[in-house]
């Protein structure tokens, strides 16, 4: 009983914003590092955010920062993402990912041993 289920992607014009929620269940995710990634047709997957177990230290892509905010609640086994002002760059599948730990490689996803399906998130210009 591994798994990890995401919710809350969906349209939205360019300048918008999307909440996105991670549900985690089985392991000890609440003491794990928690991350999001975000994959466009045809390109690679591309690291987006990461949060440590704690929730006391996150990290962010270039491409998102000031805008998209990582955190969790481990006590709802949850981790979120809130995207704002959003681009239509920004348009992608995004995964939530696990990990016991936050190492140095925590920006390539082959270092992530859990992953949700992913949910769609558009934005329109």
């Known amino acids: 009983q591994v798994q990890l289920v995401e919710s809350g992607g969906g349209l939205v014009q360019a300048g918008g914003s999307l909440r996105l929620s991670c549900a985690y269940s089985?392991?000890?995710?609440?003491?794990?590092?928690m991350g999001w990634f975000r994959q466009a047709p045809g390109k690679e997957r591309e690291f987006v955010a990461a949060?440590?177990?704690?929730?006391?230290?996150?990290y962010y892509a270039d491409s998102v920062k000031g805008r998209f905010t990582i955190s969790r609640d481990n006590a709802k086994n949850t981790v979120y993402l809130q995207m704002n002002s959003l681009k239509p760059e920004d348009t992608a599948v995004y995964y939530c990912a696990a990990d016991p730990t936050l190492n140095p490689y925590y920006r390539d996803s082959l270092h992530w041993d859990f992953w949700g399906k992913g949910t769609q998130v558009t934005v329109s210009s």
């Open positions: 949060i440590s177990w704690s929730g006391g230290n996150t």
């Open positions: 089985g392991r000890t995710f609440s003491s794990y590092a």
